[in-house]
């Protein structure tokens, strides 16, 4: 079982930044990811961007170059550092973290942090 659990929304004005945290704790052991996914009203929940184990990383393209996602020393927390808000980022945003053994694989969720991207 693991606990994940989100922090840092807030509301900004266009052009603004916001950093988000996650914090992943329990078994981490066989942590495989850890990524940023929102969902805006009316739509479908995205990936915003994932960190692999091993480092590399993937972005939406909508947020390339805007976006980025790290990992703390202690590799239970995963960072999104948001940069040149747009009103269309405007979304509850939920932190991912992606287990994987031989037998199975599974997803934890948190409970979103809401960020709004005021015009």
């Known amino acids: 079982q693991l606990q994940v659990v989100e922090s840092g929304g807030g509301l900004v004005q266009t052009g603004g930044s916001l950093t988000l945290s996650c914090v992943v704790s329990g078994n981490i052991f066989a942590m495989h990811k850890m990524g940023w996914y929102r969902q805006a009203p009316g739509k479908e929940r995205e990936l915003v961007a994932e960190i692999l184990t091993g480092g590399s990383t993937n972005y939406a393209t909508s947020v390339k170059g805007r976006f980025t996602i790290s990992e703390g020393n202690a590799k239970n927390t995963v960072y999104l550092q948001m940069n040149s808000l747009k009103p269309d980022d405007t979304a509850v945003y939920y932190c991912?973290?992606?287990?994987?053994?031989?037998?199975?694989?599974?997803?934890?969720w948190g409970q979103g942090t809401q960020v709004t991207v005021s015009s």
């Open positions: 991912n973290a992606v287990t994987m053994t031989r037998m199975t694989s599974s997803a934890w």
